[in-house]
């Protein structure tokens, strides 16, 4: 989607994409799962499993400015709560 993107693990369109009203969707491993909400501010939310966002558990949901900084802000942290994840997966 990018030629340099700013997510160590997820491919994720630039902060226009949400510019233009739009929402992403995402995982990795078939078991941490993401959205994007564009809007002000920009929301995202973070649930396992194998089901859509409307039917999961929503375990965790966060806000950032609607603007570049609060994007690479977002991405950063959604990179950190992988991380975070990935090491309880492995104890």
């Not at 997820?10 to 992403?24: H, L, V």
């Not at 950190?80 to 090491?87: G, M």
Request: aromatic share 16%.
């Amino acid at each position: 989607m990018s030629a340099s993107p700013i997510s160590k693990y997820f491919d994720i369109p630039k902060f226009y994409y949400f510019e233009s009203n739009n929402d992403f969707t995402g995982s990795r491993d078939q078991v941490f799962n993401y959205k994007i909400m564009h809007g002000d501010p920009l929301k995202i939310q973070i649930w396992h499993g194998l089901i859509c966002s409307d039917k999961a558990e929503i375990e965790q949901e966060k806000e950032f400015p609607s603007n570049q900084s609060g994007f690479e802000d977002m991405i950063h942290w959604l990179d950190d709560q992988y991380e975070i994840d990935l090491k309880n997966r492995i104890k």
